[in-house]
């Protein structure tokens, strides 16, 4: 059974009580029961990470490089500013699909730069918690 890491970075373990009007009254809990059934259902096995630490978030993804398939990856306020998640995903040979709960095009100007999407397959931003699962069966796709 091939394995996805979904990662999560700053701020997702507050999801459902941090802004709701922009992410959705779903928490990280929720969001991790619904890909977990879907995985299981999609015939993948799934391994979950949340980490406010930059670092925390990189060693996770030079771990996938031994475990995991594919990466679905939400690297929130990082995206905008680690050069450093980015190197660890180009170290990474599986595909990568970039999550964004909301549209960040909509968002401050600085929210439209992303480092993570020079390295991913697919974005997918502005779906709501929907976006995990999208990003969830495209790489079952992907890995077929």
Known sequence: MKTIYLLNGPNLNLLGKRQPEIYGHETLADVERDCAALARDLRLGLETFQSNHEGAIIDKIHEARDK????????????????AILDALN???GPVIEVHISNVHKREAFRHHSYVSRRAEGVIAGL???????????LAKLLD
């Open 91 to 93: 170290a990474f040979d």
């Open 68 to 83: 995991a398939a594919g990466i679905v990856i939400n690297p929130a306020a990082f995206t905008h500013t680690s050069v």
């Open 128 to 138: 709501g918690t929907e976006g995990y699962s999208a990003a969830l069966r495209h």
